[in-house]
């Protein structure tokens, strides 16, 4: 088995807060791995950990909001990926607003898609979930600087990998 870290170590990519409701339960957690996938149809894949409760949630959600952060919103970032929901309510300390389908919308994110889910495939402990994008936000001076893979090492995941 060839080992990809070197690879991957290299790189230093957005992250995102993805957020998903399901029958009246929330649930939100920061992801590394996202990104456009078609241009046309428009389509974004975002992969959840198996291991935490968004996961759960978005398997039975319609539609998750996927939301890009400012790198001096270490706060949120910390808030969704150093917290488990099996424990914390984020939503009861950050400030949000039901988007369209009743997703998730959190209101200090600068950027933000509600995505409609399409199809999920397993890629091994993430499956990704293809979303076809419905309703967007984004500032019109897109100059902030967006918080990356290297603004987060400092962050405890709420659940490991390999839980």
Known sequence: MTDLDPFTDAL?????VVTAEAAGERAGCLVGFGSQCSIRPARFMVWLSKANRTYRVATRADRLTVHLLRQDQDHLARLFGGETGDHTDKFARAAW?????GAPVLDEAPAWFVGRVDSHLDGGDHVGFLLTPEAAQHPADNGFDLLTLADAHGISPGHPADD
Do not use: I, K, S
């Open 12 to 16: 230093d990519y957005p992250l995102y």
């Open 97 to 101: 607003h039901p988007g369209p389908g």
